[in-house]
């Protein structure tokens, strides 16, 4: 009676026992699945996060370089004259003229609406001659693709005065440089051809005739630069050439603080493409999970439809 008494308690221990390794399998698997499926879940979600990102880059990208027209542009200018006259007076019979292009890779370099400060740069030697020509005028025009004549603008331009015991000074002190070739006697220029300049959009201009109006100046190298004004005040301006008026509406403001403040308008404008399209995906994820249940209802009634219509005896 005692035996078959420890036998039947081992026997429920054994199978208390059992139950007991049965149900923790069945939460060890519950924990792993649950587990695999947050884990399934978080990826899916940073994959999709990080594709909204990057679309919100590339949308910010894409409208900033569409959007901001170009800072700054450079160009050397060559100068040509005549020579083939007999002239006992100058070397040169003509003007020194340049024909700069405002084109770059086939696309003009001004933005429609956009103010530019142009700025002829002249490296000129401090020779006897530029000292003795004193002021010289510089006329340059703008024209169109179509050579219509856009806009024009004259400005006058001078060496700096020197002594001549400032010259020597300066000659003695920097000799052993002069001599090594690291310094030259010269002088920069920067001459301001237009200060706010902002380009016709009926005819653009393409090309820039940039005449010295003297015979004897002489230039080592030159430059146009050409830096567009960004500005935190809007205005209109109306433009009225060629006998037609247009009315371009101008916001600098916008395009003052994307170059300003490139970090800050690229947080603000991802930020704002980022919660657009957020909220884009969620809403239709939220339209997904809703219609699930009225497709079900649809089926549901579907086959009842079906199965009464198959018992209705003919």
């Known amino acids: 009676m005692d035996r078959a008494n420890g036998v039947q308690s081992g026997d429920e221990l054994f199978m208390l026992f059992g139950a007991f390794l049965a149900r923790l399998r069945d939460a060890a698997v519950g924990a792993m699945s649950r587990a695999s499926q947050r884990l399934l879940q978080g990826v899916v979600a940073f994959s999709v996060l990080a594709l909204l990102l990057w679309i919100s880059a590339f949308l910010y990208g894409s409208f900033y370089f569409s959007y901001m027209p170009l800072a700054a542009y450079s160009t050397p200018v060559y100068y040509y004259y005549r020579s083939d006259c007999d002239s006992p007076n100058s070397f040169m019979c003509s003007y020194p003229v340049a024909n700069v292009s405002l084109m770059k890779n086939n696309k003009p370099v001004l933005t429609f609406g956009q103010a530019y400060q142009m ?92 005449e010295i109006l003297s015979s004897k100046v002489q230039i080592y190298s030159s430059h146009l630069y050409i830096h567009a004004r960004f500005s935190g005040v809007s205005f209109r301006s109306k433009t009225k050439r060629s006998g037609r008026g247009f009315p371009w509406k101008l916001f600098p403001f916008s395009r003052y603080f994307l170059f300003n403040f490139p970090l800050l308008s690229a947080v603000v404008g991802m930020s704002s493409n980022l919660i657009f399209l957020c909220v884009l995906v969620v809403f239709s994820y939220m339209r997904l999970l809703l219609g699930r249940p009225v497709r079900a209802q649809i089926n549901t009634a579907g086959r009842l439809g079906n199965g009464g219509n198959h018992d209705t005896p003919t």
């Open 119 to 210: 700025t002829l740069q002249l490296d000129m030697p401090e020779s006897e001659t530029n000292q003795e020509l004193g002021m010289f005028m510089i006329r340059t025009t703008c024209f169109a693709r179509d050579g219509a004549q856009v806009v024009m603008s004259a400005r006058a331009s001078m060496l700096r005065y020197k002594s001549n015991l400032l010259r020597t000074l300066s000659t003695l002190l920097f000799f052993p440089m002069l001599m090594s070739g690291a310094a030259e006697q010269k002088q920069v220029l920067a001459v301001e051809l237009f200060s706010d300049y902002t380009d016709d959009p009926y005819s653009p201009s393409a090309t820039a005739l940039i």
